[in-house]
């Protein structure tokens, strides 16, 4: 008999996949150190059991109709073995013949345990996009944030992606460097994106939420908080430094206050100069109101 699909705990997708059927394969993330996410700390990692999902898929063919789309949660079901994500990618393909992509977070501890051979199958199957936090360039920043990896090799793990012919969509935190470290935080994080080339680029700001050592950070006073003007100057200097073939970007996520949308390199030259006039005239911006933010 199928079974209801149901989801252990709070469950978390990017934005783009809001029509995608969501499917738990992992519980948790199995690197959850970031001092920034508290999305998973609730959570103790596993690996579902495939015929566990076995029957959330039966359920979502007789009940949901025309699927295109899927997206393997937790917060980074790529770190399973290779052995499990074939298997269950053959098993989603044979369920949805519409299927046309499969997407997941994929952390830098996944991208290094994941050979390129092994990502190549895996595409091949339907596993086509990874979502990967960047979140900043410079390594005293990665380091706060306790990311786990340095710059070179948050590049390196990127380009294993790009060689396996994977789509990178990439998150860089604006704020995440403070004032201090503004300027070369956003040069850096260009430099990286640059290396990696991925086909989605897009900025969040860093907020402290509730149950994270960024929070308790913030609690002693130790965060700055960059006001709009700041973030945007920062933005400006981010885009700025962007050198990419063709990439989609985006700063539409709720935590933004400016919502910016582009094709590079067709509309960095717009978007720098948009930014531009924010600076100069910041009173006639259209910031977010503060209400309507969130993460």
Same mark, same amino acid.
């Given at each position: 008999?199928?079974?209801?699909i149901?989801?252990?705990?709070?469950?978390?997708?990017?934005?783009?996949?809001?029509?995608?059927?969501?499917?738990?394969?992992?519980?948790?993330?199995?690197?959850?150190?970031?001092?920034?996410?508290?999305?998973?700390?609730?959570?103790?990692?596993?690996?579902?059991?495939?015929e566990?999902l076995?029957?959330?898929?039966?359920?979502?063919?007789?009940?949901?109709?025309?699927v295109?789309?899927?997206?393997l949660?937790?917060?980074?079901?790529?770190?399973a073995?290779?052995?499990?994500?074939?298997?269950?990618?053959?098993?989603?393909k044979a369920?949805?013949?519409?299927?046309?992509?499969?997407?997941?977070?994929?952390?830098?501890?996944?991208?290094?345990?994941?050979?390129?051979?092994?990502?190549r199958?895996?595409?091949?199957?339907?596993?086509?996009?990874? +979502? &990967?936090?960047?979140?900043?360039?410079?390594?005293?920043?990665?380091e !706060? /944030?306790?990311? @786990?990896? %340095?710059?070179?090799?948050?590049i390196?793990?990127g380009?294993?992606?790009?060689?396996a012919?994977?789509?990178?969509?990439?998150?860089?935190?604006?704020?995440?460097?403070?004032?201090?470290?503004s300027?070369?935080?956003?040069?850096?994080?260009?430099?990286?994106?640059?290396?990696?080339?991925?086909?989605?680029?897009?900025?969040?700001?860093?907020?402290p939420?509730?149950?994270?050592?960024?929070?308790?950070?913030?609690?002693?006073?130790?965060?700055?908080?960059?006001?709009?003007?700041?973030?945007?100057?920062?933005?400006?200097?981010f885009?700025?430094?962007?050198?990419?073939?063709?990439?989609?970007?985006?700063?539409?996520?709720?935590?933004? +206050? &400016?919502?910016?949308?582009?094709?590079?390199?067709?509309?960095?030259? !717009? /978007?720098?100069? @948009?930014? %531009?006039?924010?600076?100069?005239?910041?009173?006639?911006?259209?910031?977010?109101?503060?209400?309507?933010r969130?993460?």
């Amino acid at each position: 008999m199928s079974v209801v699909i149901q989801y252990e705990g709070k469950l978390f997708r990017p934005p783009s996949e809001a029509n995608s059927l969501i499917l738990q394969a992992t519980i948790g993330c199995s690197y959850n150190r970031c001092t920034f996410c508290a999305m998973y700390r609730d959570k103790r990692f596993r690996v579902r059991p495939l015929e566990e999902l076995q029957g959330e898929i039966d359920w979502a063919r007789a009940h949901l109709g025309r699927v295109d789309k899927v997206f393997l949660a937790d917060g980074d079901a790529l770190v399973a073995k290779h052995s499990f994500l074939a298997e269950l990618l053959d098993r989603l393909k044979a369920a949805f013949p519409d299927l046309r992509r499969v997407s997941c977070y994929a952390s830098p501890q996944s991208l290094q345990v994941r050979t390129v051979d092994e990502m190549r199958d895996l595409k091949e199957r339907g596993l086509t996009l990874y +979502y &990967l936090g960047i979140e900043s360039g410079h390594d005293g920043v990665l380091e !706060r /944030l306790d990311k @786990g990896v %340095d710059a070179e090799e948050m590049i390196a793990v990127g380009r294993k992606a790009h060689e396996a012919g994977v789509k990178l969509s990439t998150m860089v935190l604006l704020g995440a460097g403070g004032r201090a470290d503004s300027r070369v935080h956003a040069a850096e994080s260009a430099r990286v994106v640059n290396a990696i080339q991925p086909r989605f680029v897009s900025t969040l700001v860093m907020t402290p939420v509730e149950d994270t050592p960024l929070w308790e950070e913030d609690q002693r006073g130790e965060v700055d908080h960059l006001d709009p003007v700041e973030l945007a100057c920062e933005l400006r200097e981010f885009i700025a430094g962007l050198e990419l073939d063709a990439s989609v970007f985006r700063s539409n996520h709720a935590s933004n +206050y &400016l919502a910016l949308a582009g094709t590079l390199p067709k509309d960095k030259e !717009r /978007l720098v100069s @948009g930014l %531009d006039e924010v600076l100069s005239h910041p009173e006639r911006a259209r910031f977010l109101p503060e209400w309507m933010r969130g993460l």
